[in-house]
């Protein structure tokens, strides 16, 4: 069965640290983009950090020097390391796997998504 799952969303303190995490399986991952997304009621899913299949990785400015994306692929798991959190972060973290090398910008070019894990940082 194909399929990611995402774990590791709390509640934090302003300032805390997290790290999300995101098995898959039933795919070759290795071959596949990735990608972190996040959202909050009555808005947009946004783009939080995006990797290749070549541990290429690009960030949301607002997250730039705060979140670290990796990829294991020997562990088949996808992580977010989330630092120096800030309230705006709050929200339902997704990972979503694109079948290309380099990683959409657009959610909608994203295949396969986990059901969310979700990340609350209070002041």
């Known amino acids: 069965q194909v399929q990611l799952v995402e774990s590791g969303g709390d509640s934090v303190q302003t300032g805390g640290t997290l790290r999300l995490s995101c098995t898959y399986s039933?795919?070759?991952?290795?071959?596949?983009?990735m990608g972190w997304f996040r959202q909050v009621p009555g808005k947009e899913r946004e783009g939080v950090a995006r990797?290749?299949?070549?541990?290429?990785?690009t960030y949301a400015d607002s997250v730039k020097g705060r979140f670290t994306i990796s990829r294991d692929n020997y562990k088949k798991t996808l992580y977010l390391q989330m630092s120096s959190l800030k309230p705006e972060d709050t929200g339902m973290y997704y990972c979503?796997?694109?079948?290309?090398?380099?990683?959409?910008?657009?959610?909608?070019?994203?295949?396969?998504w986990g059901q969310g894990t979700q990340v609350t940082v209070s002041s």
């Open positions: 990797i290749s299949a070549g541990y290429y990785t």
């Open positions: 039933g795919f070759n991952f290795s071959t596949y983009s």
């Open positions: 979503a796997a694109a079948y290309t090398y380099w990683p959409p910008t657009s959610p909608g070019d994203y295949k396969l």
